[in-house]
């Protein structure tokens, strides 16, 4: 049985994507977390040189993983490995905060592995990274403090072990 908040969520998520207006309501009613420590790391190599990775917050994951958790209304600090080496048919989403009827027809808008796969092949970057990244974008609350402490950290030693060189970031 449908969650009643889940249903409201994915209900607003699609009336939204029908008229956008209506998104500035949602976006004036919401706090940022300001953060002023933001770390960068100047690239440097050419990225025909470099091993790229993908980091999505829009709940992408394979099929096989367990799905984010849409129970939680302040969201899911969580995070999945993508094996880059798996077809794009393996992965799916689980994220009830925007309307991903199109990127279920094509992953590629939010999580564009293919088009890496290509770039790799054109050489236009040295390597696609082994392992990818997803989050589920809407985390809120106590879960900030988690996602910024713990899971965001414990993502970016992994991409350090992995050797990579260069991360694109796709919101959802």
Known sequence: MMNPARLKNQMLSKLISFFPFLSKYFIDSYRLHESH???WTPLT???????????????????????????????????????????????MITHDYYDHTDAERDINIVF?????????????IGQAANHHYSFMGHTDGPHINTLMNETAPAVAQRLKADR??????TPA
Request: charged share 30%; net charge negative; proline share 7%.
């Open 37 to 39: 420590d933001i770390p």
């Open 45 to 91: 190599k050419t990225l025909s040189e470099s091993r790229v990775a993908l980091v999505t917050t829009s709940g992408v994951h394979h099929r096989d993983q367990e799905p984010f958790n849409m129970r939680d209304t302040n969201g899911d600090p969580t995070f999945r490995v993508i094996d880059g080496s798996k077809p794009v048919s393996s992965l």
């Open 112 to 124: 564009p592995v293919d088009r890496l796969r290509e770039f790799k092949n054109e050489g236009l």
């Open 164 to 169: 990579v060189d260069a991360v694109i970031l």
